[in-house]
């Protein structure tokens, strides 16, 4: 069975978060929580959010333990951007992007998944 959870619009370039989703993809869900929570970075938090609100929505279905999920797939995908100009050298204005993303993660049970 498939478990999912999604955070939108986050305020993280995908660029950024793509790196620690391609470490994580393909662990156990613990495995993958007590990594996160030895980086040291402030962009750990929200992918340890998604992961651990993806959990909740397995305990709450019932019957699936936590020590049998793993991340069957993990995406970080582009949000919106905002682009606005600020002065650069010379009378000139160079763009400035701000850049949001979402992250999607999808758990499985190992049972099912063999």
């Known amino acids: 069975m498939k478990f999912t959870a999604k955070a939108k619009f986050l305020p993280y370039s995908p660029y950024k978060l793509r790196p620690l989703a391609d470490v994580v993809r393909g662990k156990s869900v ?12 402030q962009r750990v938090m929200p992918v340890k959010k998604v992961i651990e609100s993806a959990m909740a929505n397995a305990k709450n279905v019932g019957i699936v333990q936590t020590e049998s999920l793993f991340i069957a797939e993990i995406r970080v995908d ?23 993303c979402h992250v999607s993660v999808v758990l499985e049970n190992t049972k099912s998944a063999a």
């Open 30 to 41: 613990t495995q993958a929580l007590n990594w996160l929570s030895t980086y040291a970075g």
């Open 78 to 100: 582009e949000g919106p951007m905002f682009r606005y100009f600020k002065p650069a050298a010379m009378g000139r204005s160079s763009m400035q992007r701000r850049r949001l």
